[in-house]
Each structure stands twice: as C-alpha cells, then as structure tokens.
C-alpha cells in the first residue's frame, strides 16, 4: 500500500483544498499518512470548519503553528486544537523558540533564579539559540470561530525578542469571533523588557497570551474581536506581559493616546480628522480562572473594549523585570470593565521616581464605568488602587478616568499607599476593608500625585485599619497640592492618629477615628470572605 504524506495529498488534492474532520500530529518527522509528522506539514493545510487538530501527547513540536489563511470556523462548527493520547505523558507542546532546553517540569528550575526582593532576571531554558526569532508558538491571523485547549506552549530565547506565546491577530477583518482558549499552559516567552531600537512591536506586544488587532494605512476597515474567552490557564515566567488585548482603532477624544499606533504614530494633523469615528472597541472579552505570575511587566490588561470581564484569576509576582510602569490587572481606553474575584498578591514596585504603579488595579487613561469589587488584593509593593489621567489623548485633550467603582473588596498590607489619585474624573471607593497589619509598613490611606489634570473622587464607608497605631491619611506628592475634589464620608479610621488636616475635606457623612485596639481585623476577615463567598466564587485550582 502507498502511504503519503499529508503536503503531497494536499497537493493532490489541489491548492484550495481544505481539510475536514480530524488531523493528527505528532511531529515525529517522517509519520505515514494521516498523521501529520511536522509543523512545516500542517501549516501547509487550510482546514473546514469543524476541523478537529490534535497534537500528541508527550511530544514536543519545533516550530510555530501557523493556519493558512481561509481556514476559519463557522458558527456552531468552530475549528478545535487539542490532543490525543496517554494523559499520564504530559501535555503537548508547541515551542517556537530553541530547540535544545533544559526540562523545567515543576517550575523549580526557574525559580531559583528568583531573588529575596522577587525582582529577578529572566530564566532561559535554552542551552542555546537557534537564531531565529519566532513571533509565536501559535499565530491565528485574520481566522475565527477557532477553540484551543490543553496544550503546552514556550518561546524561550537566550535574548529578548518579538515573541508571543498564543497571538490571535486581526487586521483590515472586520469583526472576528468565537475564541475560546481553555486549560492552555504558556511559559517562557522571552519578549521585550522595553521598546526596542528598530523593532516594529513595542514590548507591550510581547508575553503570554496577546489578541492584537493592527492596522498599516492599506485597505482600511475598521476591525475588532468579539466573543473571546481565555479560562482555567497557566501563564508563567513570560515578558512582558501575561495576558492582554490591543487594538490600533483606538482614537477617541479623552481616549488613551492614539499617537502610539500605526498609522498614526506622531502624525497630529491625520489624529485630528480619524478621532471623530475612529474607536472600534472590542465586545464580550472574558479572561476568567487563569494563573498568571512570574510576569515580567503587567499581569492581565484589557484596551479598547467595551463591558470586558475579568473575574475569578489568580495572579502573583507581577513586574518583576520590565522597565515600564506595571501593575496587576487594568483596563485602558475601555468602557464598563469590571474586575471580580480576583486575587492579586506580590506585584512589584520597581521604579526609584514617584509616582510609579506596582498595585493590584489600575482604571487608566481613558477609561470610563469600570468596576473593581469584590477582590482580594495584599502584599503588593506599589498599593491597592490607581486611578490614571496622566497624559492626553494624542490630541490635547486629557485622558482621565471617569466613573470608576471600587467597592467591597479586600486589601491587606498593601505598602507605599493604598489609593493613588493620579488623573481622576470621578471615582467612587465605598466599602472597602482596607488593612495594615504589617510592623514598619508605611502606607497612608491615599496619595494624590499632582499628575494630569484635577483629581475628584469619594471615599466613602470603608474600614482603615493600622495596627500599630501609625497610620497616615495622605502621601502628597506635592505638599502645596489641594485635595478639596477628593471627599471622606462615613469611613472608619483605626490606628490612625489625626485624619484631619488642611489636605482633608469632609463629605456629608462624619468620618470616625479610634485606636486599632477597637477594631477585630480577624472577625473582619472572616466576615468579609463569607459575605462574597470569595472561597467559591474566586480562582478554583
């Protein structure tokens, strides 16, 4: 019997020809017919929908995965990429980066590279480079309706690179649909630390998991995602960021500064005619029960979209390398995100000027309504809570923060301060516990930076404690700075020795001061996690 190998039956079969059913891989080189044995075989296929593609367990696969075009899903008949055999062998891999690594199984490997301070280096696995620098292990362009589940995914490299563990890429597509990303494991994608000279991607385009649209000035039309779903996956030891949206049709008037995207880029006179129409923002993305820590920038960042949820993650060890300011989860130029039962613990705080980030949640230029309740957030270096204005739209106008909602959460020692006013609109912060039980942790209770335009906000009903009795209302940036937009009603101070001061304005409800000994922090926590049912509703391992 003649056995063939699937690049010749394609081309038997004709160029146009696309695969239906069920295709296997293994990678193995030299498979006989119908199973795929390299990545080179199966990005040579245009695939039906409905196509089932399925990577052998155990078994690592050099190369990217990279669809040909025209080889999208259809509603109810989505293309699905997942694995066949022994569960007990491990996971499939897809590495895009060298192809002689060191096996770092458990993750014990890397981490002894972490230091005291939790701000390390990066940990290749490479025992050296190929020299070649893949954008991604999996690279889907202008395809949907696409389902990727229980693979293993590495870019690793011996230097920095454009690299991306999963890319989902849209441009000039209109709008692209059903994504579904489920059980997948990126680690060690060794993107940019920092923009780098040359380089068409800045370093914010570079991590784990990035669903980018672009655009490049030809054959415009206005593009974006809808229906996007990544949950129960692990993202670890990535740069720079862990999981992320962008979007180039972004201009808006008080938006983020549109400047920053092609075909734009420092072109005042073409951002004043496109503002008017240009924002396309994306719908329905939810990032939901994912792991993300060892991240060398920011942890999870939602741009451009419009009611995105990001609910039930687990993140940790947040910028631990990249020069840029980072935080732990945040939305920029985004309306109506909302941040729940999250868990956030251990983002850095690296820069030596003020004001720096370093916080759990960042609502950042641009964005209006977003919601933060109902989180857990502790020991993360630069605070809580950031409200970001700081810096304009790309045509003169201020890109504040407006409307956000920070209600009901926790927050345990998180240091330098608890609430950062650098560029807010309106905010609202009611109901929130916010604890200092850590000796020698300095962290007043809110810091306004001086940063953008007039901050505004209301603080209102929450709990501060500081168990040592030395708690502090305001960290100023600028002491000649007035405060008369931000207001405190009804809170409830203990440990704090005077709130009042000339930088304090009082809001319709009287604020209350006692000592720390009046207050129980740990029937607090008890309550607090029983009212949110944070336990059932929070990151499930």
């Keep these: 019997m003649i056995k063939m190998s699937w690049v010749v039956l394609m081309a038997a079969l004709g160029a146009g020809a696309a695969r239906a059913d069920e295709v296997r891989v293994d990678c193995s080189g030299a498979s006989p017919a119908p199973v795929v044995g390299s990545l080179t075989e199966l990005n040579a296929m245009r695939f039906a929908p409905g196509t089932r593609i399925l990577f052998k367990r155990g078994v ?203 075909p734009y880029k420092d072109k005042r006179v073409a951002l004043s005619a496109a503002a008017a129409d240009d924002y396309t923002p994306s719908t329905n993305i939810v990032f939901r029960n994912n792991h993300i820590h060892d991240i060398g920038g920011d942890g999870i960042v939602v741009r451009s979209a419009t009611r995105p949820l990001v609910e039930a993650n687990l993140m940790h060890d947040i910028w631990l390398r990249a020069a840029g300011n980072s935080a732990g989860a945040w939305a920029i130029n985004t309306d109506g995100a909302r941040f729940q039962y999250n868990e956030i613990h251990h983002v850095r705080y690296q820069q030596p000027w003020e004001p720096g980030d370093g916080m759990a949640f960042d609502a950042d230029l641009g964005t209006r309504d977003t919601q933060v309740v109902n989180n857990y957030s502790h020991d993360n270096e630069g605070g809580f809570m950031l409200f970001c204005g700081c810096g304009d739209d790309g045509l003169g106008n201020p890109a504040q923060s407006s409307g956000t909602l920070v209600e009901n959460n926790l927050s345990i020692n998180d240091g330098r301060r608890v609430i950062v006013f650098a560029g807010s609109q309106s905010a609202l912060v009611r109901g929130n516990l916010l604890l200092n039980t850590r000796p020698g942790l300095v962290s007043p209770a809110a810091e306004n930076t001086g940063m953008g335009s007039k901050n505004a906000g209301d603080i209102r009903d929450n709990v501060f404690y500081h168990g040592a009795n030395a708690g502090t209302l305001w960290r100023a940036m600028k002491p000649a700075l007035r405060h008369d937009d931000i207001r405190w009603g009804g809170n409830r101070f203990y440990g704090y020795a005077n709130i009042q001061s000339a930088q304090f304005f009082e809001g319709e409800a009287v604020n209350t001061v006692a000592p720390a000994a009046g207050f129980d922090p740990e029937a607090a926590l008890r309550n607090w996690f029983a009212a949110t049912s944070f336990k059932e509703r929070g990151y499930r391992r």
């Design 60 to 262: 690592t696969c050099h190369g990217s995965f990279v669809p040909r075009a025209g080889s999208s899903g259809v509603p109810g008949r989505p293309v699905v990429v997942g694995s066949y055999g022994d569960p007990a062998v491990g996971r499939a891999v897809i590495a895009a980066g060298c192809r002689e690594a060191v096996a770092d199984p458990d993750q014990a490997l890397t981490l002894q590279a972490r230091t005291a301070s939790g701000i390390s280096p990066y940990r290749s696995l490479c025992r050296r480079d190929d020299g070649v620098v893949a954008r991604a292990a999996i690279h889907l362009h202008n395809l949907q309706h696409w389902e990727i589940e229980g693979l293993e995914l590495t870019n690793d490299g011996l230097s920095e690179g454009a690299r991306v563990g999963l890319l989902v890429q849209l441009e000039d597509f209109g709008v692209g649909s059903h994504y579904r990303v489920r059980d997948v494991y990126v680690h060690h994608v060794r993107g940019y630390l920092k923009d780098a000279p040359g380089s068409e991607h800045v370093y914010k385009e570079t991590g784990g998991i990035l669903f980018n649209i672009t655009r490049h000035g030809v054959n415009q039309r206005k593009t974006r995602f809808d229906d996007v779903l990544v949950e129960d996956s692990e993202i670890f030891h990535v740069d720079a960021i862990g999981l992320s949206t962008r979007s180039a049709w972004m201009c808006r008037v008080g938006g983020a500064p549109c400047g920053d995207y092609l």
